[in-house]
């Protein structure tokens, strides 16, 4: 009987130990694979779960939450450029397949990584290098697809593959650069020009109305002084002096007091002309000779005009009799 009593917290601690090794606690966003006698018997999720002691045993705790794979590949594009792609690639174990996922792969990452170096090295070789930059989301996409196509049938789902980074070879980077700047610069110089087109343009036309202003004021200029030298032709005539030798008079006149203002000025360019009272005097003879000459030549004319005139009509009236 003290036998028993003795034996009795034996008893009561060996199952107490049986009944702790048949309990266990799974994590939240965790499965745990339970085998019995190393055949698959049960996935228990989160929270408190039982197994039968010495029969069943743990054979992994698989996480169902989203990871994330980086894989680098070097491949070549189209026009000959060889590149290194950086991929992103999400995925997780889908709740209803997380046997297979266990069972089916033993290195999900290495199954991962080689369609992405597949998928990756059969489209990139058809673009060229600039396509490659302008079409990541293409290529993204379809390593999701095929990643997707793949990895159902073992368990895991994709959730999104990212192209991350495209490097060039460096060689590649500096030339890219070099038409960029070049671009660039041809742009700056188009604009360049047009401004200075505009500014010539804005110029010339600035000339011309300088011109046309120009001109119209000496126009003003000369329309005043015809005045002012009728106005003294008449002043000359009321005191017997004829048009003619006030026209004379006139010139003469202006011909010292251009004189005067030359002397007057400093750093002028003076043209030095006969200016004795005789070498006045013969000027002034040899301007009236012009005048008179010019005189009866533009009275010659207006004759010689009427002439044919005349000789015109009665041609026209020969011809009409």
Do not use: C, W
């Not at 698989?62 to 999400?90: G, N, P, R």
């Amino acid at each position: 009987m003290e036998g028993l009593i003795t034996g009795f917290p034996i008893l009561a601690f060996l199952a107490l130990m049986v009944i702790f090794m048949g309990v266990f606690t799974v994590k939240q966003q965790t499965a745990a694979i339970v085998e019995r006698f190393g055949k698959f018997q049960s996935i228990k999720f989160a929270g408190l779960q039982f197994k039968i002691p010495f029969v069943d045993r743990i054979a992994a705790k698989v996480s169902l939450k989203i990871q994330q794979l980086d894989v680098m590949v070097e491949t070549k594009t189209k026009d000959d450029v060889f590149v290194k792609l950086k991929v992103s690639v999400q995925y997780h174990i889908l709740k209803e397949s997380i046997h297979e996922a266990f069972y089916k792969l033993e290195n999900p990452h290495e199954q991962i990584t080689s369609y992405v170096f597949d998928t990756i090295r059969a489209e990139v070789p058809k673009m060229r290098l600039d396509e490659v930059f302008e079409r990541k989301d293409d290529i993204a996409n379809a390593i999701r697809r095929e990643l997707s196509e793949a990895m159902n049938s073992y368990g895991y789902g994709i959730i999104k593959a990212l192209v991350t980074d495209i490097d060039p070879d460096m060689e590649v980077k500096k030339a890219m650069n070099r038409i960029n700047a070049a671009e660039r610069e041809k742009v700056a110089a188009e604009y360049e020009a047009e401004a200075d087109r505009i500014r010539i343009v804005a110029k010339a036309k600035a000339e011309a109305e300088s011109k046309r202003l120009q001109g119209r004021g000496i126009a003003d200029q000369r329309r005043e002084i015809a005045k002012g030298l009728e106005e003294s032709v008449e002043v000359l005539n009321q005191v017997g002096i004829n048009s003619q030798e006030a026209s004379a008079l006139i010139v003469v006149t202006q011909h010292y007091d251009t004189l005067q203002s030359m002397g007057e000025a400093s750093n002028s360019n003076l043209i030095l002309l006969p200016n004795s009272p005789s070498s006045g005097s013969d000027m002034l003879s040899q301007m009236v000779t012009s005048f008179a000459a010019s005189q009866q030549l533009g009275e010659s004319m207006k004759l010689g005009n009427k002439d044919k005139v005349k000789e015109k009509v009665v041609l026209r009236r020969d011809g009409e009799e």
